[in-house]
């Protein structure tokens, strides 16, 4: 089955005090997440295609939105161990009617008025994303999901057609609405926090042009500019002239972005608890295309229920040999690329041989290869006894669905040998890799102290294991944007918890040392 059974062939590992470990128990796999559509309306009637109505299409269901609402995709992440892609429209968020200012963003042009949805209940739901966005990332979808013209029609807001862009004027106007609506919520550069890094064109008009001729331009330019980085968009039926990804797990590269081809999982875009029918391995596309009522029951007695379903649909994915659920949209981006970069073989002695000499430099000079994962499988009382990257500890490591989850550190383009055996306990020190953070870097001296560099999104608990017998001495953040709140000590796990804040509603990287 696509690229990983070759790896399925390949591997073979024989591992200590367990007895061999098959080619079939090791596995390079398939990341997995859904992208989740139609964020950040305060009502959910659709108004467009409605005899002469020219309104904007929201959610396709008749009723307020409310902090509740988001609640259930907070559970659902939590429970499934993963950051789930948010993707907001922002316009009934504009507090300030700032919108009047770019006509071609609302049906209203000049005469846009937002008082009808100005309440407290904006800055709730707000406040409430940004105080979890360890389990829902803030990206973005669009302003109104539309572009009106001076007619009064709408069309796509992102292009007029696949190979007609809006002026970039227009475009810019678009950026421009959506930062200053954020700002009204002090999410600005101004108080430390940075342009949403997700973002996912409304009714697939992201122009792809990433070689532009003179006067043209690609919708990745601008984005990236503002710090854009990772984009969905499904690129099929575009000019060939352009060069687009092909096929439904593909992606490529504009002016600094990566755009992902993503799936629809055969859901309905308006209906209410759904999801997709077949699982994460019988779909085409590993990133898959939800909508927030999908999410959602008719009436908040139901919704636990719904809740079960996703969760359950999640844990049925990273029980797939061949797939595992990323924990957040960098994990997801990194590992499609080693999965079609680089190669993976088995050696003799317990060895696995990764050779990432051929990931494209521009992927490397722009920092998006981050953690390689690979997963093992695990018998009853079996676990991961060490592991080793060309002789150093992997970032991080973690057990889920009969599985123990290795996170290899950020590759340099070159070869590596990882050397790891089973056993009955996890004897090496790590970081225990339960939550949605990503870790860069892990270096411990036996008894002095351990240094670790991390990408942190709100408020997270990081767990570090055999590093110590005792509350250490001292841990601190060179980041000022990352607080260390708590430090505990769980002696029955020889483990050290350290409650981490990051400031930055889109994460913040940093280094934290901890003396023994």
Known sequence: MKKSMLFYLLFSIFAGVTGQTGKEDVFFPEP??????????????NEGDIGDRKGPFRAGINREFEVDDYEALINIAREAGTRIRGLFVLCELDRLNVLQDYPTTTPAREKWDNSGHISKKQLDIIQYVINNSNYLEFGLHGVCH???????????????????????ESVQDHISGMKHILAQYGLSADNGHSFPESFDAGNNSYYWNPSPGKGEYS????????????????????????????GPNEAGFDNGIMVMCKGGGGVSWYK?????????????????????PNFL???????????????????NAQAIPERYVAKNTEQFYSQWLYRKYAKVDFRDNNEIVIDNSDMPDVYLENGFTGNLVLKVRLKPEEHIESAELNGQAIAGYYEDQGYGFLYLPPLEKKQY???????????????????????YEFNHKEGEGTEMKVRLYGAQKIKLRNVTNRLPRQVNSVSDNIKIENIRFNKDRSEVQLMLKAHNFQGETGVISIIY
């Open 146 to 168: 539309g572009y009106w013209t001076e007619d009064g029609k709408m069309h796509p807001e992102w292009c007029r057609k696949k190979d007609e862009p809006w002026p970039i």
């Open 297 to 315: 029951a008719q009436d908040k007695f139901l919704q636990d229920d719904v809740n079960n379903q996703f969760v359950a649909y999640y844990r």
């Open 417 to 439: 040998t990882l050397k790891f055996r089973k056993g009955a306990n996890t004897r090496m020190p790590h970081i225990y890799n339960d939550e949605t953070f990503n870790v």
């Open 219 to 246: 919708l990745g330019e601008p984005l990236s500019r503002e710090g854009c980085r990772y984009v969905s968009n499904d690129l099929n039926g575009y000019p060939a002239k352009f060069n687009p990804p092909a």
């Open 272 to 292: 209410y608890a759904s999801w997709p029918e077949e699982p994460a391995d019988k779909q085409d596309c590993n990133m898959i295309r939800l909508h927030f």
């Open 32 to 45: 997995f997440m859904f992208s989740v559509h139609d964020l950040g309306w305060m009502i959910g009637t």
